[in-house]
């Protein structure tokens, strides 16, 4: 195997301690991974909520489809939480058998998962702040062309 500048790489090996700080990480990852799945369940709930609720008001409110809309939105948002949550779970799993089995293939998986779930939640980062700026900006022109009538 050869590195960026064309030499020869050394296998990468694990000392006893990052071992020990692998395993610690993979149960605080495994921790982060349960709470993610109960606020989704959670989250899932309270789509089945609005949507009922919202529907039954429908006669007080200006939108008749508006319960429908909230359950979908929230539905939605459970969909899109659901991979990053999957993806350290799934990290947390491999790298306990790679751990305890001393699996190089199994710790190879488990970064897979690792580098899924930040990438991500870099690109639904970047995503959300592109739509904060464009926000940002249209509320600010408006603001301006209000400003002149």
Known sequence: MQNNEGR???PIELT???????????K???FFSILGFVFLGI???????????FGAMAGNLPFKGSGIVMGVFYL??????????????KFSKHSKTAIYGEDSEQLSLAF?????????????S????????????IMSIAG???AFM
């Open 76 to 89: 939605l948002l459970g969909v899109l939480y659901f991979f990053p949550i999957f993806y350290l779970y």
């Open 8 to 10: 020869e790489a050394k």
């Open 43 to 53: 989250l899932l709930i309270a789509a089945v909520f609005m949507a009922s609720m």
């Open 16 to 26: 006893a301690q990052s071992v020990i700080y692998l395993n610690e990480t993979r």
């Open 144 to 146: 301006g062309i209000g």
């Open 28 to 30: 605080w990852t495994m």
């Open 126 to 137: 970047i995503i959300l702040l592109s739509f904060y700026v464009l926000a940002f900006l």
């Open 112 to 124: 897979k998962y690792l580098k899924k779930h930040y990438k991500f939640i870099g690109i639904l």
